[in-house]
């Protein structure tokens, strides 16, 4: 069970500028380069990608940082450089708006288009967006009724919950109905079949492909498929309460709300949970599951009805941020060149374990703006 403290607002100041530097020397070191994961604390190695899903993350980082400039009157030389390369990794990306090899363009679009086009608000940006919400939906099954991962057509990802937005996005962008009717049926499905009783979360579903009949809760990165894989639990936990934002139906908000409590009662007082809550020994952490949970836990915090566990669920997620702030940031003086140690990418490929990996320093950053807003 998480123990709570009073947050330190100079220590998340001082981490966003250690993140700052070593977001500069990554672009600096590296141009043009989107990286995934480190080896032994470098970004640039042969290791395989496995999937194609995180080239949003650098850009959209860059864009958080442009908005922290202009949110604190940053000198405007300084905060034009930020936008300037934010602008640089966003732009290759657009042709992945018709990209169907991937579930993930709601990760790839979200952090950066969607961020680009609340600075500008130009139907140009808008338009990218509202197509990659149109290419991702080409996945749903009518048997079954959910969006199918990029493994097969029989296969459902917990994770495709943290995608989903940008189908809501387009449908309410559009006023396409059919969007929203795919957007509504894919998290039905998930929450019936992936989120258990007790607010846990099963990395993958697997359906009959002729009859659509669910079959089995199963795993790729998790322990077992009936074991919680932490990420998974933390894509939930966003996910829904991502959903319930803009469809309103208060099922995705209880759903996002026991996964919560799931998150809080399980993980150990540090708020850092394991890599997977059912893996045996010795501990091996997430920090990336902590740092997607901490953001799940800000939106929550603003959607929640009830007032006090509104209160619970933000003073959870700065015990969070605090935690990775003082045992899991690489100082500036370290060789290490990721900001945060400790991620897991995948345990069974020994792929990105015990590392920096991109998603943890994207989600990282957010929920470290969400506390020092
Ligand atoms: N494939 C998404 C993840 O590793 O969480």
Redesign the pocket.
Known sequence: MIELHTPDAALFEKTFRTAKTKLRNLIEKHPDFYPMYTVAGRWKHEGEP??R?CDGFLPGMLWIVYERGLASRQSSGDNAWWRDQAIRYTKPLEARKSDREVH?LGFIFMSTYHRWFETTESPEQNDVLVEAGRTLALRFRNKGEYLHSFISEESL?I?IMMNVGIIYYAALETGDLELMDIAMRHCLTTRRVLVRGDGSTAHEGLFNKETGEFRMQSTH?GERGDSCWS??LA?ALYGFGTAFEYSRDARFLQTAEACADYYIEHTPADGVPPWDYNAPGPLLVDTSAAAISACGLFQLARLSMDRVKAVFYENVAHKIVGSLCRHYVATDAEEWEGILKGGV??VHKDLGVAESVM?GEYFFLEALDRAMA
């Open positions: 496995w999937t899903w993930d990802f994770d990165q990420r998974g894509w990418y995948h998603w």
